[in-house]
């Protein structure tokens, strides 16, 4: 991120477009007492799969057909091939692979799909520049023999006979770790799986999006401690991009990988971002330190992939998305972060901020839109016209070090909330209804005709964004987004040569 200066263009972006030209229309099945096939165990990758011994690991694995339940264990399922241990529980994501750099691999893999060819791909040596895969027909058990190869963040992935290019068969992956001799496993490995395909001859999609097995709101809570360094490993293990964003704290990007290699940054490559896109099958391996107690979320920043009206195998009711439950009104990949206060830990003072009023209305529709919803700041001692609109919403030009209280009043018919995307500031004001907090004060709706005051602390300069955090699929396709930009102390906004471009 850059600071405004002479001769600076700014450019904030909304990621928002849909995957998909409609919404999922979903009939689940249900567990039943009397049903025999074997159910699915997610995989929280903390044990790894397999016998080490003597510098080798002998693992067996079979693909099989399973019941998944990737929300509630009594919601809707489906029933799909996975990956298993031999004797052991069918997983999503597969067995985790991890191993000492240099380490050889034999792995058998059995069939036991009855009319269905499998193709692995990823069992090979590491770094690799392509990968055949290996095919294995029904009903056949195949065993390939490899050095695990340098260290690394991978994976390695099933892929059914009857795949094709209008399904995603995704849950037949897993992640498969190298570690440099003599390192202690401290980190967490997060492996994004996706199951989809269309319905009977319609348009409509049906699919599942989940991390580590699980799909929001019951994906694993992930617990830390201020001041606590984290060390993270994702997996994009899938054919979809992924931008994960993490809310309330930048991360540092040590590595990226497409699944095969794996590419290790200089200390003045990496960077520090609060969105990294993950593409196809691209890992990832990251650190941040946790500053401020609270609830935080990670997740994908695609709206489709968090939208319970996509992301669900089956989707709300309308007014589920507008409560204030956080369960209600996302879905799909997102995680929740807790963060805990050290013994002792205070809050550190606050100086006295300086004051805006932001206004979230609805105006005339414009051109195919369904509706005109907008952010608009008060400029001066009178409110904005309660009917007027601004598409993107109102800049907001702050600076860096000064604390600034930000009133957010909602004259809207229904409930809302704001995030302020890329901001270093308390949890309560982050903006996710029903998460975002500590303890038992969790942010709110902020309901027709109420307000909510945003305490933000501007910590870095450069260009950040902010957008409502409930019903997104009406209201930030409506035109709830805008852009801010932090200025350096001393520095001015000059409209002359100070350009702020928003795509939405």
Not at 107 to 134: C, E, F, K, W, Y
Not at 136 to 148: K, L, M, S, W, Y
Not at 220 to 226: A, Y
Request: proline residues 9%; glycine residues 8%; charged residues 20%.
């Amino acid at each position: 991120m850059k600071s405004v200066g002479m001769s600076t263009l700014v450019a904030a972006l909304v990621v928002t477009l849909p995957v998909y030209t409609s919404v999922p229309r979903v009939v689940a099945g249900r567990r039943m007492p009397a049903d025999t096939i074997p159910v699915v165990l997610e995989n929280d990758n903390r044990v790894p799969a397999g016998t080490l011994r003597d510098g080798e690991l002998n693992i067996d694995l079979v693909v099989q057909m399973a019941r998944w339940f990737p929300e509630a264990a009594d919601g809707p399922s489906i029933v799909v091939p996975v990956v298993a241990e031999e004797g052991g529980p069918p997983r999503v994501p597969a067995p985790l692979i991890r191993v000492p750099e240099g380490t050889i691999i034999v792995a058998t893999i059995r069939n036991a799909l009855p009319d269905s060819g499998v193709t692995v791909h990823g069992m090979q040596q590491h770094p690799a520049r392509a990968d055949g895969g290996v095919a294995i027909a029904p009903g056949e058990t195949r065993t390939v023999r490899f050095n695990a190869g340098s260290a690394g963040t991978y994976l390695y992935r099933m892929r059914p006979g009857q795949y094709s290019d209008m399904f995603e068969h995704e849950q037949l992956a897993g992640a498969f770790v190298v570690d440099p001799t003599g390192a202690t496993a401290d980190d967490r490995v997060l492996v994004i799986n996706i199951w989809g395909q269309p319905m009977d001859s319609s348009q409509e999609y049906r699919n599942t999006l989940t991390i580590n097995g699980r799909a929001w709101p019951h994906t694993e809570r992930l617990t830390t401690t201020v001041g606590s360094p984290e060390r993270w490993r994702f997996i994009n293990a899938s054919n979809r991009a992924h931008p994960m964003h993490l809310h309330g704290f930048f991360f540092n990007v040590h590595a990226k990988g497409d699944g095969l290699a794996d590419t290790a940054y200089a200390e003045a490559e990496k960077r520090l971002v609060v969105t990294e896109n993950l593409l196809p099958f691209q890992t990832m391996a990251m650190t941040w330190t946790p500053e401020r107690e609270g609830n935080w979320l990670l997740h994908c920043h695609l709206g489709f992939h968090v939208l319970p009206e996509a992301a669900r195998l089956d989707p709300p009711e309308h007014h589920e998305m507008l409560s204030g439950d956080v369960g209600e009104h996302m879905a799909g990949l997102v995680m929740g972060i807790q963060v805990r206060p050290p013994p002792g830990w205070v809050e550190p003072p606050r100086p006295s901020p300086r004051k805006l009023r932001l206004f979230v209305q609805e105006g005339h529709r414009r051109g195919r839109a369904e509706r005109a919803m907008s952010y608009v700041l008060q400029r001066d001692d009178t409110p904005p016209a309660p009917d007027s609109v601004e598409i993107p919403g109102s800049p907001l030009i702050l600076t860096r070090d000064e604390p600034t209280d930000i009133v957010v009043v909602n004259r809207l018919p229904e409930a809302t909330g704001v995030h302020w995307h890329g901001l270093e500031l308390e949890s309560y004001s982050d903006g996710v209804v029903g998460w975002s907090g500590v303890g038992a004060r969790i942010a709110p709706p902020i309901a027709p005709a109420d307000s909510f005051t945003a305490r933000l602390t501007l910590r870095r300069a450069g260009t950040f964004i902010y957008h409502t955090h409930l019903n997104d699929l009406e209201q930030l396709t409506a035109g709830l987004y805008g852009p801010i930009v932090v200025l350096e102390p001393g520095e001015r906004f000059d409209l002359s040569r100070d350009h702020v471009f928003v795509l939405g």
